[in-house]
């Protein structure tokens, strides 16, 4: 039995150089709501306008850097990729600073995947939002777990998203964190606590289990989690899913080993009513809301899109909505 579900879980899984990358719907309008009391909530639809290109385009760079196989413990130096958006009238002499908000692609995507995919959907996406100050500034980083050639199954992926964040607090965000005007004084593990209120990260899928490892390693160096459609695997694959209650206990000790004041930290979490993994991700959700002193809805709440499927697709409105909560206009 457990074989076939983990073969239909993989059936239906979501599939320094500055190189620019080649960038019958009712109308209607929504507000996205910035004031989450309950810990179940419904996304808004994304504005019809905001899936065409806008007038003010930003731009996304790519940055190869070095790093280590984090994996293995080898040390043994490699490199890897990812893409920064950067948005309309970023200007290097400006004293502006940006929060930064770093997502992490599904099984069978690379870090290019998420400004090219639906025909540039999430580049038009930020374009829109950053145009209508729907958000404060933020550049977006994507970003990869993949080691050379992607596995095959999945969840064999696991360790990779497991070592992604040592890899991001080490090596990616000292990068793009001093190359461009963020809130990190400097770029030490110190800068880079002292600056973790201007930082975010997210993932669909696999991407969401790198996440979740984020939160249990590095709570430290991001204040915001944004797993989207996956549980988390600190205790094995699908273990948010079939062990919700050992998973909640789990994250709930490492997230109090870092001694946080007040619990400084949000976890925005959500799937589609009709995605494969949402009864995964919410199983999770609900163990951890019965722990309150660590995860009450001042600090998690869950935001499921009607009818959403497990595809790329479904990202938007997600960002759509979770974005002006995360780094709001104040």
């Known amino acids: 039995m457990i074989k076939t579900l983990l073969l239909c879980l993989c059936m239906v899984a979501c599939n320094d150089k500055d190189n620019s990358l080649n960038p ?3 109308e209607y309008e929504s507000e996205v709501s910035s004031d989450y009391t309950e810990l179940l909530n419904k996304t808004a639809p994304v504005p019809v306008e905001y899936k065409q290109e806008s007038t003010f385009k930003g731009r996304v760079v790519q940055i190869d850097y070095d790093t280590k196989n984090y994996v293995d413990g080898t040390e043994e130096m490699r490199r890897n990729t990812a893409y920064v958006y950067l948005p309309y009238g970023y200007d290097d002499t400006s004293n502006q600073r940006y929060n930064v908000f770093y997502f992490v692609h599904g099984h069978g995507e690379t870090a290019a995947s998420f400004f090219q995919n639906e025909n540039e959907l999430m580049y ?20 990869s777990y993949v080691y050379g050639t992607p ?5 064999d992926a ?23 005007h963020t809130y990190a004084q ?20 696999m991407g969401a289990v790198a996440t979740w490892y984020a939160l249990e390693y590095t709570l ?5 989690f944004m797993p989207i459609s996956s549980d988390g695997w600190s205790l094995g694959r699908f273990s948010g899913m079939t062990y919700p209650v050992e998973t909640a206990e789990h994250l709930a000790n490492a997230v109090r080993s870092f001694n946080l004041s007040e619990n400084d930290f949000y976890i925005w979490a959500c799937s589609g009513t009709n995605d494969v993994a949402y009864n ?18 001042s600090h998690l709440t869950f935001h499921e899109q009607e009818e959403a499927r497990h595809e790329f697709r479904s990202l938007a409105e997600y960002l759509y909505n979770a974005l002006p909560f995360i780094f709001s206009i104040t």
């Open 158 to 180: 696991d360790p990779y998203c497991e070592a992604l964040p040592q890899e991001l607090v080490n090596d990616l965000i000292p990068i793009v964190e001093n190359r461009y």
């Open 220 to 224: 430290n160096c991001f204040k915001y």
């Open 280 to 297: 995964r991700i919410w199983a999770q959700v609900q163990a951890m809301a019965q722990l309150p002193d660590v995860f009450s809805v």
């Open 151 to 155: 596995v095959d199954y999945y969840p």
């Open 186 to 205: 400097n770029t030490n593990i110190a800068g880079i606590e002292a600056s973790r209120n201007h930082r975010a990260i997210g993932g669909f899928s």
């Open 124 to 143: 038009k996406l930020l374009d829109h939002m950053m145009e209508n100050d729907d958000m404060a500034p933020t550049i977006v980083v994507s970003t």
């Open 24 to 26: 019958s719907e009712q």
